[in-house]
């Protein structure tokens, strides 16, 4: 029941980008397992219209991909170092091929929401979705940038940059200046 109503959404992208069904036929009858602790585990089927559906019990595994506790968010927005840190195991030409169209599919919210509530309205409504996001984002780099500040600055619990550099400098110092004492004093008591 789940895993229906999980899938739903990406087949509806996948209804609406012809060119990625295209990609995923050719899998068809393949199954991808996705593990995202702590989340239940979702076993896909790729079916022959390149859609999927959930995996019948008991089917094996053709590919599992693992995402770390935090990889989604990031996922989501469009990381491109996130992909990095996708675990595959078993077949990695599927699951990459997976992967692959997952990144390039984009929900046309705007499309959508014309159908049920006309055009300008649809406009208008997927314009202030985007002013949310970039206000949010916004707003969260600000208050990054702030407690930064404030943790260098006001209540020094973080190193500046250039200090920690200068530090790092002064212990690489350090250090040759202790093997070249090391040295001097081996080569006296050669003597």
């Not at 989340?39 to 022959?48: G, N």
């Not at 008991?58 to 506790?69: C, Q, R, S």
């Not at 409504?125 to 500040?149: F, K, P, Y």
Request: proline fraction near 6%.
């Amino acid at each position: 029941m789940l895993a229906s109503v999980a899938i739903a959404p990406f087949n509806h992208l996948l209804r609406g980008e012809s060119w990625a069904r295209k990609r995923l036929q050719p899998c068809a009858g393949k199954t991808a397992r996705f593990r995202l602790p702590p989340f239940p585990d979702l076993a896909l089927t790729v079916q022959a219209s390149g859609e999927i559906s959930p995996a019948a019990k008991g089917t094996p595994d053709d590919a599992v991909v693992t995402l770390v506790p935090g990889l989604l968010p990031r996922l989501l927005a469009r990381d491109e170092d996130a992909y990095r840190e996708i675990r595959i195991s078993g077949d990695s030409e599927f699951a990459e091929e997976i992967i692959r169209v997952g990144k390039n599919l984009h929900w046309d919210a705007e499309q959508d929401l014309s159908v049920v509530m006309g055009d300008i309205l649809a406009h208008r409504v997927a314009q202030a979705g985007q002013s949310l996001v970039h206000w949010h984002t916004d707003t969260i780099r600000n208050l990054l940038q702030t407690l930064m500040e404030y943790w260098t600055e006001e209540q020094p619990l973080l190193a500046k940059p250039a200090k920690l550099h200068e530090f790092i400098r002064e212990v690489d110092a350090l250090q040759n200046e202790a093997a070249h004492l090391e040295q001097r004093v081996n080569a006296l008591a050669a003597k």
